[in-house]
T-cell receptor
Framework: KNEVEQSPQNLTAQEGEFITINCSYS?????LHWLQQHPGGGIVSLFM???GKKKHGRLIATINIQEKHSSLHITASHPRDSAVYIC??????????????FGKGTKLSVKP | AAGVIQSPRHLIKEKRETATLKCYPI?????VYWYQQGPGQDPQFLIS???????DKGSIPDRFSAQQFSDYHSELNMSSLELGDSALYFC?????????????????FGSGTQLSVL
C-alpha cells in the first residue's frame, strides 16, 4: 500500500513569490495527481503525470519516478492561488487510477 | 463544457436516517469513483464502478451501498446514519481507454455533497 507525504503543511507567501510544494510516495506508481481544493470543497485536477514535467499557465509539475518524488511549482503567485494543494497516487501499482491515497495537503495562503 | 454534477449540494439528516447522494459523470465517461472527506481529514476512497459493475472497493462501511446505472450516473446510498458520517462526499469520473487499461485515465471531480448528520 502506498503512502504519501507532502510538505510543507502550511505555506504563506507574498504575492509574486515563487512557490514549491513537495510530495513523496513509497510505492512505484504509473501516475501521480496534483489536485487543488478551494474552501467549500470543490476539487480541481491540476495535473496527472507519469514522467518529466508538465506546465499549465503559471503552474509547473515535475516528477522523478526513480526518487519517488514530485513537486508542484507556482510562479508569480497570486492571492487567487490560495487553496489546499493535494498530491494523490494510486493505492496499488497497476491498480485502478481512481483508488487513490491522498496526501494531507498543503494549505497555501498568498497575501497581496 | 459539462462537468461532473453532484446532488444535492448540501444535505442535513438525523441519526439513523438514510441518505442518497447522486453523481452524474461527464458525458461518455464510464467510470465513477466515490470519496469521503471528513472535517479536517484526507479524502478516503470508498468505491468505484466501471461499465455499471463495481470495479474496486475501499473503506466503505457496510451501511453504505452504491450502484452505477445504465446512463452511467451513480448513487451512494447511506443507511443508519451516524454522527461520524458527516463529511464531504465527492465523486470523480473518467473514461477508461479502449481495452480497459486504466493506467492513464484523467480524473474529473465533482464539487461534492456536504452531508451533516445531527
Amino acid at each position: 500500500k502506498n503512502e504519501v507525504e507532502q510538505s510543507p503543511q502550511n505555506l504563506t507567501a507574498q504575492e509574486g513569490e515563487f512557490i514549491t510544494i513537495n510530495c513523496s510516495y513509497s510505492v512505484g506508481i504509473s501516475a501521480l495527481h496534483w489536485l487543488q481544493q478551494h474552501p467549500g470543497g470543490g476539487i480541481v485536477s491540476l495535473f496527472m503525470l507519469s514522467s518529466g514535467k508538465k506546465k499549465h499557465g503559471r503552474l509547473i509539475a515535475t516528477i522523478n519516478i526513480q526518487e519517488k518524488h514530485s513537486s508542484l511549482h507556482i510562479t508569480a503567485s497570486h492571492p487567487r492561488d490560495s487553496a489546499v494543494y493535494i498530491c494523490a497516487v494510486p493505492m496499488n501499482y497497476g491498480g485502478s487510477q481512481g483508488n487513490l491515497i491522498f496526501g494531507k495537503g498543503t494549505k497555501l495562503s498568498v497575501k497581496p | 463544457a459539462a462537468g461532473v454534477i453532484q446532488s444535492p449540494r448540501h444535505l442535513i439528516k438525523e441519526k439513523r436516517e438514510t441518505a442518497t447522494l447522486k453523481c452524474y459523470p461527464i458525458p461518455r465517461h464510464d467510470t465513477v469513483y466515490w470519496y469521503q472527506q471528513g472535517p479536517g481529514q484526507d479524502p478516503q476512497f470508498l468505491i468505484s464502478f466501471y461499465e455499471k459493475m463495481q470495479s474496486d472497493k475501499g473503506s466503505i462501511p457496510d451501511r453504505f451501498s452504491a450502484q452505477q446505472f445504465s446512463d452511467y450516473h451513480s448513487e451512494l446510498n447511506m443507511s443508519s446514519l451516524e454522527l461520524g458520517d458527516s463529511a464531504l462526499y465527492f465523486c470523480a469520473s473518467s473514461l477508461v481507454p479502449a481495452g480497459g487499461i486504466s493506467t492513464n485515465e484523467k480524473l474529473f471531480f465533482g464539487s461534492g455533497t456536504q452531508l451533516s448528520v445531527l
